[in-house]
């Protein structure tokens, strides 16, 4: 009989105070079917290029079939996933003149890696020929692997976590892999892919700015704009879904900006954790808005902090017109511009 202390560590279960998976040595399982299909729509929703030719945006996800699970054996992480996928991509030239066409992706699979995804662009067969396509089919083709190389590095660590449970010393040694089958480190992301962060927070350069905007109308009406989820969807001119409350969740033009509003006072002041989906995970930019009264007119200043630096312009541009010209436009608030 083995002295106390000694023996198979598999059934030392006084390491552990609950004696759950002692060193992490049984099997255990989750699945990530669900989780995925939100991560992939929200990484691929908003990928955009742009060109001498003009702009591409993918604006719809249409099909994500398929499933994904991650096990845990001896503190080993397995990776199953498999999925087909099908979005839309919208093309707008330098003259104005819009284009849309598809994307497919048959084989997101642990089996393969990132450079061997057959990603397949197309333009609709009721579209005129348009060098949009081209910049798709190279750019955008690559954009759209890139974001799914995000996904395989979110799953991998974004939601993994919890699933290495500490060991005796309080100290998990958790190992990566996928199927135990020949190709099973490819799994791998490719150098041109971006790693996704784990969810407790990545730091990077970041930026503050403010603009200034003033509307022909009240405070009291402009600040209602922001918060009743009816008038977002009429200056968006797409579904949303807005809390307009202290802590409340948004989020608009589809999916491509989500946040939290988490400071409100009336007709003065609204201010938010906001970002695009696009941006690391868990990182949020505070935005303020303070709405000053100026007789006739409403001046909106919107300070901006937490704003990755290599976005500043794209965020910039985004409020202009999105959310600015966009309410003008809609509720005939227009007014000069500062």
């Not at 919208?90 to 284009?99: D, H, N």
């Not at 750019?139 to 660590?157: D, F, I, M, P, Q």
């Not at 784990?198 to 905007?213: D, L, Q, R, Y």
């Not at 808005?289 to 007119?297: G, I, K, P, V, Y």
Request: glycine share 8%; net charge negative.
């Amino acid at each position: 009989m083995a002295k106390w202390g000694e023996g198979d560590p598999r059934w030392i279960v006084e390491e552990r105070a609950d004696a759950t998976n002692v060193n992490n040595w049984h099997w255990t399982e989750r699945d990530a079917t669900n989780w995925s299909s939100d991560k992939l729509k929200s990484l691929l929703l908003g990928v955009s290029v742009e060109g001498e030719e003009g702009m591409c945006e993918v604006t719809e996800v249409s099909k994500v079939e398929g499933e994904a699970s991650i096990n845990n054996r001896k503190g080993k992480l397995i990776f199953f996933y498999e999925w087909n996928l099908k979005a839309t991509w919208t093309g707008k030239s330098k003259s104005g003149v819009k284009y849309k066409g598809t994307i497919e992706v048959p084989n997101l699979s642990d089996e393969n890696d990132m450079e061997d995804l057959d990603i397949t662009v197309s333009l609709n067969k009721d579209e005129p020929d348009t060098p949009l396509a081209n910049l798709m089919k190279t750019k955008g083709a690559e954009k759209v692997r890139e974001a799914l190389g995000s996904y395989v590095g979110y799953l991998k660590t974004e939601f993994t976590q919890g699933m290495i449970l500490p060991t005796a010393n309080g100290v998990a040694k958790p190992q990566s892999t996928s199927q135990s089958k020949p190709k099973q480190e490819k799994t791998q992301i490719s150098s041109g892919s971006t790693v996704a962060p784990v969810s407790t927070g990545v730091k990077i350069p970041t930026c503050k700015f403010s603009m200034k905007e003033t509307f022909l109308t009240s405070p009291a009406d402009l600040y209602r704009v922001f918060l009743h989820q009816e008038m977002v969807q009429a200056f968006t001119h797409a579904p949303a879904t807005v809390e307009g409350e202290r802590g409340g969740k948004f989020r608009l033009l589809d999916g491509n900006v989500f946040g939290e509003f988490t400071e409100l006072v009336a007709d003065e002041k609204i201010v938010m954790r906001w970002r695009y989906n696009n941006w690391p995970c868990e990182h949020y930019a505070t935005i303020t808005m303070t709405f000053l009264d100026r007789s006739n007119e409403t001046e909106l200043k919107v300070e901006c902090r937490g704003v990755p630096t290599d976005d500043e312009e794209r965020t910039k541009e985004g409020w202009k017109t999105y959310y600015f010209e966009a309410i003008k436009q809609t509720f005939g608030y227009g007014a000069r511009l500062f």
